[in-house]
């Protein structure tokens, strides 16, 4: 079946500029996570929605980063005034229960963020 | 979330047995222990789980002393293909976050 997808692949914008970006998880997938990985470094946690609960965004680094979710559907993540700290990769993944240890999460190929 | 703490890198020749250890001193009573592989270039994806004993599947096993304090992940018989960053995660059954390291970068070589 169709996995977790994730537009664009690639984006390159200018210091300042505003991005979003999308992902779409696996159908029936209730859980959804938003990951930041740097050139070399592990992933970064940034939020996690599960079904209509209030989402957890402990790991967004500041308020210029934002993220929603339609019902248990796609999710963007907007990046405000982007500054080249922002440039990563950015992960996407989905899991079919509530998270945890027990609920393997699936990824998106991920959309790589360059902030000239 | 317990905190895990495992090598940075590890280097191994094709058809070698890989170890890689993965401490976590403060796991609770609740918590699985999953393992992660990521290529370059690609998100991490999911290899195995346990929480006591052994565990084993057509990838790779997993170790886990009595105690719980740590893991060992166990790729039979390495390939070039391998080559990748494993992740040791930690977390309850139920709900709620995962928090990924550093990670270990395994490097096969021929």
């Known amino acids: 079946g169709a996995g977790v997808s994730q537009s664009p692949s690639n984006k390159v914008t200018e210091k300042g500029k505003d991005v979003e970006l999308r992902c779409d998880p696996i159908?029936?997938?209730?859980?959804l996570y938003w990951y930041r990985q740097r050139l070399g470094q592990g992933l970064e946690f940034l939020i996690y929605?599960?079904?209509?609960?209030?989402?957890?965004k402990s790991g967004l680094p500041s308020d210029r980063f934002s993220a929603e979710r339609t019902g248990e559907s796609v999710s963007t993540l907007t990046i405000q005034r982007t500054q080249q700290e922002d440039s990563a990769v950015y992960l996407c993944?989905?899991?079919?229960?509530?998270?945890?240890?027990?609920?393997?999460?699936?990824f998106g190929p991920g959309t790589r963020l360059t902030v000239l | 979330l317990a905190k895990t703490t495992q090598p940075i890198s590890m280097d191994s020749y094709e058809g070698q047995e890989v170890n890689i250890t993965c401490s976590h001193n403060?796991?609770?009573?609740?918590?699985?222990i999953t393992w992660y592989q990521q290529f370059p270039s690609q998100g991490p994806r999911f290899i195995i789980q346990?929480?006591?004993t052994k565990v084993t599947n057509e990838v790779a096993s997993l170790f886990i002393p009595a105690d719980r304090k740590s893991s060992t992940l166990s790729l039979p018989r390495v390939s070039l293909s391998d080559t990748a960053v494993y992740y040791c995660?930690?977390?309850?059954?139920?709900?709620?976050?995962?928090?990924f390291g550093q990670g270990t970068e395994l490097s096969v070589k021929p």
């Open positions: 929605f599960q079904g209509n609960s209030a989402p957890d």
């Open positions: 993944a989905s899991s079919p229960r509530g998270g945890g240890a027990r609920d393997t999460q699936y």
């Open positions: 346990g929480y006591k």
């Open positions: 403060n796991i609770a009573t609740n918590d699985y």
């Open positions: 159908s029936g997938h209730t859980a």
């Open positions: 995660l930690v977390g309850p059954n139920q709900g709620g976050k995962l928090i």
